[in-house]
């Protein structure tokens, strides 16, 4: 339970963040009581600071403080930095960052000297046999974020990384890997830029600190040591950078949808040889979308003219593309069009025909329609074998025909 009490996560490992009234999005800040040398983590803003300096007054002097780790440079963890260096009095106290951070942070204007991660080996030195290490989480969500890692108590202060909107703000330690989740999910599929990035950083904490005790993030809920394994495992899981997708709004749902049938149609262009299985294929992904109802593939095969796959027909037929469907040019030689009819016959998605557009140099393999004579094998289709067709003439009306797939 989050009261004005600084809650003890491990011994003198202090939660002494604010709780904002009627703010989903709650900020936490962290103490390590380490003597002369304590460490103050993501310190917040004025909103929070002067809460924040009264948990840490009732556990330990606040001028014991000498680090002011500021895992990255947004305001809701440094922001309090004009405050602090008006009200600490130490001289020697530094801000702990990346360089990438400093270079924002000293717009802040504030007092404190630099203790840069990089120069420093990624480690601060606390009591004996003790240290807070750090670890670049490059755009996770800031290009220099970074989060770090007490060697005693095995918590991570994992910044942004974990975080989520929160429905109960009274909850602050969750033992719950779906409740969990189900809150980091919304915050990271808008705040992270790629779901690749995110994967990537998060197998870097794994690896570089094998065992975690507690993930104690920035926002969100500390994760309890049962679940910290699922929860990474979770979290790598969410599809994070659909913004890069938007072009006609802003729907994050919509954005996800499209974005899980770029996925899918990625993964179906690795196995998948056949036209027929693709438009299969990309037919059943879109049918998903709710945003096109189908599909069909047109490729002006030499010699046949423009032959086309769709769902209605269990074999290719002859007939050019239909101009009523917005169609994507899948570019190469032979000629080739992927046509997409809407539910109720209005343009497609826009953000939908742009990926598609995007990904339409990859969704015509060479080896579909390049095969060389006598080389094609059962699966392919090879131009050559279908050459003694009688050729399909410019202007002659598309008439349906019973063609035999060549693999
Ligand atoms: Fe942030
Ligand atoms: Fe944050």
Known sequence: MMDDDPIELAEGVWWVGARLADDTFQCHAYFIDNGLNSVLIDPGSPLTIESTLAKIASIADPESIKYLVVHHSDPDIAAALPYLSDTLMRSDVVVVTEWRAMALLKHYKHRFEYYLAEEHDWTIPLSAGRALQLQFTPYLHFPGAMVS?????????????????????????SHDLDYVLDNARPFHQHYMPSTQLLAAGLGRIQKRWPTIRLIAPQHGHVVAGEIVNAAFEGLKGIDCGVFTLADADLDLRRLLRISEAKARITEALLTIAEPATLVAAINAILAGTHEARECALYVDLPGDGWTMWGQEFSKPISRPPDPAWPLVDLPGNPAAVLAIHTQDDTHPDEDLMRMLHDMSPTMRPARWFCQPPGRASRGRYCAGRRAHRPPHRAGQPARARSTTPHW
């Open 149 to 173: 890692y007490d060697t005693r108590s095995q918590i991570v202060f994992s910044s942004d990384l974990f975080g989520g909107f929160v429905p109960d703000s009274t909850i602050l330690i």
